[in-house]
């Protein structure tokens, strides 16, 4: 009586685990992408960054961390005739859900310096800037695979006066 009891739980378990998804799926077919007509209404999510021409000068929307998973990051351009931009990472609520910070500094002359820094508070990463006005855009890359581009500012060059 016992053993049909263990195989009637058996069973029930594998047809569970079938019904849940736990099998693999047969491999898909990469599609080639189709382009679409330019949409009139805007659209946006938090969880992919927007895309920007590669060295432009003018800086983009950028997207807000959910609160549960918010980091700070603070970016200048070091003191009074200094080029370097400074990014240092201040921790927060989601510092432990960061895989990755990337720092990206566009110069006036559409030049990009990038560099990555690591999700430990305290961590800073210097970056040259140039006696004009930089764009500098910080994007955080969550363990969850969510990217979020959380900074994206022009940067102008501090004097005196």
Known sequence: MKSKALFCALLVLSLLLLAAGCTSPAPRQPSTPVPTPEQTMEVTTSALPTATPAGSTQPGPTQTI????????GVEKAGTYSTTIITSF????????????????????GSVVSGTMKPIKGETLELEGTNGTD???????????????????LMPYKTRG
Do not use: L, W
């Not at 959910?66 to 990051?73: G, L």
């Not at 201040?90 to 002359?109: A, N």
């Not at 500098?136 to 500012?153: F, H, L, R």
């Open 135 to 153: 764009r500098a855009e910080v994007t955080v890359t969550m363990m969850s695979g969510n990217v979020y581009k959380i900074i994206d500012q």
């Open 66 to 73: 959910p609160s549960q998973t918010q980091v700070f990051v």
């Open 90 to 109: 201040d921790g927060g609520k989601g510092m432990s859900q960061v895989s990755k910070i990337d720092v990206r500094v566009t110069h006036p002359d």
